[in-house]
């Protein structure tokens, strides 16, 4: 995967069951696709462990290490430290902190656990120095004062779902956008305002696959190749070619992750 500058996946689940089983086909359609890296994003501690294991064998590949707010239910006593273990033992490897967050509208894990979970990675991220990757819904004034309050500074609200003027606060809070298959589909208007609001210098684009595969591949595993057709879709949506918006989120991947372009 070495084609210049090509495509950044900022957000993907290679650890998931789903895509982990035929990596190395998911790898090779990923690199047909001109997609120079992939953000492989922990949900558990034991799949950021994988995630480690798998940015160890591939160079395109990244490992960003932290327990959802589904899985925060689940979480071991202190896992916060093993977390933070893993990322001081393999600074190549570990670029961002996540997937964190809040999310009020599934409530999978109880609210006052994925606040204290949140809390534990934003003091994490902030320790060691790392962005956040934050999953947010029907949270975002708590996200928003969470941050802040913990000092948080850096990092991507990914899977953005909310409103034009959300995009826009999370831009001044100091962090960047990511969009996923969801801007593709035909009720997501909101999400498309959004995605047109949000400046050049603080968009990103993911899968988050095996989930949300975009529009025309809906309801199908998700997989980085897919990414096409997200921007494809932003480019449609801001006025912009393709081209570009491969280029700006490449850019802004590397400068936020900390990674130089290969
Ligand atoms: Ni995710």
């Not at 090509?6 to 359609?29: F, K, M, W, Y």
Request: with cysteine.
């Amino acid at each position: 995967m070495s084609r210049s500058p090509g495509l950044i996946d900022s957000h993907c689940h290679l650890t998931a069951p789903q895509l982990a089983n035929e990596l190395d086909a998911v790898l090779d359609r990923a690199q047909e696709a001109s997609i120079s890296s992939i953000n492989v994003v922990g949900y558990t501690v034991e799949h950021s462990q994988r995630a480690i294991e798998m940015a160890r064998r591939y160079d395109a590949l990244w490992a960003t290490v932290g327990v959802s707010p589904h899985d925060a239910k689940d979480a071991p006593e202190g896992f916060e430290h093993s977390l933070r273990t893993m990322a001081v033992e393999n600074r190549d490897e570990v670029v961002a902190v996540g997937e964190t967050g809040l999310d009020f509208f599934r409530l999978i894990s109880p609210r006052e656990t994925q606040i204290s979970a949140f809390i534990k990675h934003i003091e994490l991220a902030v320790q060691l120095g790392l962005p956040l990757v934050i999953h947010c819904r029907d949270a975002f004034e708590t996200t928003c004062s969470l941050l802040a309050e913990h000092g948080a500074s850096a990092g991507v609200f990914h899977c953005f779902t909310g409103s034009a003027r959300e995009a826009l606060r999370a831009v001044e809070l100091g962090f960047y956008v990511s969009f996923s298959g969801i801007v593709t589909f035909s009720n997501a208007q909101q999400v498309r305002a959004g995605a047109a609001a949000v400046p050049d210098n603080r968009l990103l684009v993911e899968t988050d696959a095996p989930f949300l595969a975009p529009s025309p591949m809906r309801g199908k595993r998700n997989e980085p190749s897919f990414l096409v057709y997200v921007v494809e879709q932003l480019a449609k949506i801001r006025g912009a070619s393709r081209e570009s918006i491969a280029r700006v989120t490449a850019e802004n991947a590397h400068r936020l992750f900390g990674r130089t372009a290969r």
